[in-house]
């Protein structure tokens, strides 16, 4: 059993930058993938970034990539999404998750942190 909570959400100008944090608890994080998803007001629940066990892969989707980076601190039991250049269409609430597929870790999730962009 993995519990995640996530942190570091807030106000940001268009532009601006934030770093999203998840800290776990209980099992370790080393097994498992680790996951940032988003739900926009009105929309499903999608997937941002994945990172593999060890941190050496990581995956965007396109709307991201070159803006967004996640990474992990095993040692730490730490995972984070740094988010720069932010747009108003990247508000939403970010949900970290942990799972066994790096494609899509859904195993266990955060309770969400909300992330609004706007001036």
């Known amino acids: 059993q993995v519990q995640l909570v996530e942190s570091g959400g807030g106000l940001v100008q268009p532009g601006g930058s934030l770093r999203l944090s998840c800290a776990a608890s209980?099992?370790?994080?080393?097994?498992?993938?680790m996951g940032w998803y988003r739900q926009q007001p009105g929309k499903q629940r999608d997937l941002v970034a994945t990172?593999?066990?060890?941190?050496?892969?990581?995956k965007y989707q396109d709307p991201v990539k070159g803006r967004f980076t996640i990474s992990r601190d095993n040692v730490r039991k730490m995972v984070y999404l740094q988010m720069n250049n932010l747009k108003p269409e990247d508000t939403a609430v970010y949900y970290c998750?942990?799972?066994?597929?790096?494609?899509?870790?859904?195993?266990?999730w955060g309770q969400g942190a909300q992330v609004t962009v706007s001036s």
């Open positions: 209980g099992s370790s994080i080393r097994t498992y993938a």
């Open positions: 998750a942990a799972g066994l597929s790096f494609n899509s870790p859904a195993d266990y």
């Open positions: 990172i593999s066990l060890s941190g050496v892969n990581t």
